[in-house]
């Protein structure tokens, strides 16, 4: 299992929360070329509720943690797509997860060639349609023994890292990268399957480690719009900003229950937060 991992990253296994999602995910990460490293322990959750009058079971967004991996991904379904199918998110969700595990280790550099083949293949069946987005990340450390933040999106949801500008206890915290969004010209986003994976947008960043027990460490955030339509970037990042002390699970509730309350545009909505210790 470690030889399939990417470069020095292991897991524990995961907490199973309610039907909200995951909790307390903690990843133990080990550059291989600097074994006297600290260790990084990554602290992940994820809330998501349904758009309100749906029936139990209708969510249309979907996600996915792969705790061997260390891959996220939120995938926003449209089953008003011609014979659409509800599941069909559910479904590019699953596929990518089991085409994450059939693939060995792999470096940042090849992170856009690992999207497009595991998205190829979660979107390569045929008993359901639909159409759904697709944003993936995840955290990998170089042979220098540097963190470094991979995402990709296809369509409108989003990953954003935000993280103090410096080391300074004090320093506030800021949009490092935001993932753009993918959009046709009549403004409908990019969607598998009539969109190819090699059309989104694909990004890798190093990543400033907080120490050890700070209450400011970078934090990893994907959603889909139901929170995008309804918190401008300057809203997230103020409530990250006052929150940040708050555990993954606990950050991640909070931002999805915000964009419920703005009540700006009602849908399924799904937020993962992952944040990293040095």
């Known amino acids: 299992r470690e030889a399939a991992l990417p470069p020095g990253m292991s897991y524990t296994k995961p907490k199973m929360g ?29 809330h998501t509720i349904p758009k309100p009058g749906r029936r139990p079971g209708g969510n249309e967004d979907a996600y996915f943690i792969d705790e061997y991996k260390g ?39 090849s992170w856009a060639r690992v ?14 349609s639909g159409a759904t987005t697709a944003c993936l990340s995840t955290l990998i450390v ?17 990953a954003m890292l935000i993280a103090p500008k410096h080391s ?21 986003p990019y969607q598998l399957p009539a969109d190819s994976p090699a059309e989104g947008t694909f990004y890798a960043i190093k990543v400033p480690l907080a120490a050890q027990g700070t ?12 929170v995008s339509d309804n918190l401008s970037d300057e809203d997230i990042l103020k409530r990250v900003s006052r929150n940040a002390h708050l555990p993954a699970k606990e950050l991640a509730k909070l931002l999805v229950e915000s964009a419920r309350k703005a009540r700006k545009k009602l849908d399924d909505t799904t937020l993962i937060c992952a944040k990293v210790f040095g």
């Not at 999207?115 to 359901?128: A, I, K, N, P, R």
């Open 215 to 226: 209450a400011r460490p970078p934090i990893f955030l994907l959603f889909t719009d139901g």
């Open 168 to 188: 300074d206890t004090k320093a506030p915290y800021e949009v490092i990268l935001r993932t753009r969004e993918t959009r046709h010209e009549r403004n409908t």
């Open 18 to 46: 309610g039907a909200c999602g995951v909790e307390g995910i903690i990843a133990r990460m080990l550059p291989g070329s600097a074994k006297r490293a600290p260790r990084t322990q990554v602290q992940v959750g994820v």
């Open 115 to 128: 999207v497009v083949d595991v998205l190829d293949f979660g979107q390569d069946f045929y008993s359901t």
């Open 142 to 158: 170089d042979d220098d023994g540097s963190l470094v933040w991979c995402a990709s999106s296809l369509g409108d949801s989003v």
């Open 71 to 109: 891959v996220f991904g939120v995938f926003d379904g449209v089953s008003a797509a011609p014979g659409g199918s509800r599941y069909f998110s559910h479904r590019v969700a699953s596929r990518t997860k089991r085409a994450l595990a059939k693939i060995g280790r792999f470096e940042y550099r």
